[in-house]
Nanobody, 116 residues
Framework: QVQLVESGGGLVQPGGSLRLSCAAS????????VGWYRQAPGKQRELVAT???????SYADSVKGRFTISRDNTKKAVYLQMNNLKPEDTAVYYC??????????WGQGTQVTVSS
């Protein structure tokens, strides 16, 4: 059974930092592309950052220069370092592992709230 478990969310002031973690189990993690998505209240889920199986990263324009995605295949984990957080970054953040359209897994989400 495939599981993706996120952690590291919380309440942070504008300008602060958080590091999200996602622990994967039940899959050959190294061959999957991984990513972080987020969904704010009343909005659609959107892509934040992805990393290919080879480690190449891409980012949404809104987070470029502030967020960094990384993966550790030995630990079957993916991380999202978020710096200079803004109120508009407030959302539930979801971890994703994708091999194909049919082989696509999601975590349960972790809440990130940026507020003073």
């Amino acid at each position: 059974q495939v599981q993706l478990v996120e952690s590291g969310g919380g309440l942070v002031q504008p300008g602060g930092s958080l590091r999200l973690s996602c622990a994967a189990s039940g899959l050959s993690f190294s061959i999957y592309a991984v990513g972080w998505y987020r969904q704010a209240p009343g909005k659609q889920r959107e892509l934040v950052a992805t990393a290919t199986s080879g480690g190449s990263a891409s980012y949404a324009d809104s987070v470029k220069g502030r967020f960094t995605i990384s993966r550790d295949n030995t630990k079957k984990a993916v991380y999202l370092q978020m710096n200079n957080l803004k109120p508009e970054d407030t959302a539930v953040y979801y971890c994703n592992a994708r091999l194909s359209l049919a082989t696509n897994y999601w975590g349960q989400g972790t809440q990130v709230t940026v507020s003073s």
